[in-house]
């Protein structure tokens, strides 16, 4: 189970934190601005390192694990995607109070797909179908399993059912649980 980040919706994230970091680990990036970036996850706080570069800072424990295994494998996929991929330029450690390591990448101009930024929503498609039969037809010899890292997206179903079980409980009475389950 993921932990909750706190009531501020930043789970302490902030800035200052960020350039207290950057400060710490990689000095010769000390003097460069951070900024939020102007869409943020719920799974990461992103800020912009100067102008070539993002800083994701995981919100809670359960987020923790992604930063190593994208550092090892954004690399390895970003060759075979007809798009770019962030570059991993260093990865940071717990520190300044800050309990997770973290990641600094090379900040990829774009923006968030929406429906009035989409001119040709059949290109469009098209454009997300070519990009994932590539990362399908990517090696996936020697790549992660499904694990904490992933919140077990791609294990078995079996892997949910007690899960899955306690929420048809807590759901008895307000939906058909037995053709749910």
């Not at 189970?1 to 800035?15: F, K, L, S, T």
């Not at 930063?67 to 570059?87: G, I, M, Q, T, Y």
């Not at 399908?136 to 992933?150: L, N, T």
Request: charged share 25%; proline share 10%; net charge negative.
């Amino acid at each position: 189970m993921v932990d909750i980040m706190p009531p501020d919706g930043r789970a302490g994230i902030d800035a200052s934190l960020v350039k207290r970091l950057i400060a710490d680990q990689f000095p010769q990036w000390s003097e460069l601005p951070v900024t939020p970036v102007e869409v943020d996850g719920w799974d990461n706080r992103t800020y912009r390192l100067g102008e070539e570069m993002t800083v994701r800072l995981p919100t809670a424990a359960g987020y923790a694990p992604a930063v190593d295994k994208e550092d090892r494998w954004l690399p390895v996929l970003a060759p075979s995607l007809p798009v770019a991929v962030p570059v991993p330029l260093a990865k940071g450690v717990p520190g300044a109070g800050y309990p997770f390591s973290w990641s600094i990448r090379r900040w990829l101009e774009g923006r968030t797909a929406t429906l009035d930024r989409v001119g040709d929503p059949c290109a469009f498609a098209e454009s997300l179908a070519e990009f994932l039969l590539a990362l399908r037809r990517v090696d996936a010899a020697g790549g992660p399993r499904a694990g904490a890292h992933s919140f077990y997206r791609g294990a078995p179903p079996a892997h949910y059912d007690e899960e899955t079980r306690r929420a048809l409980a807590a759901l008895d009475g307000q939906l058909d649980t037995g053709l749910a389950a």
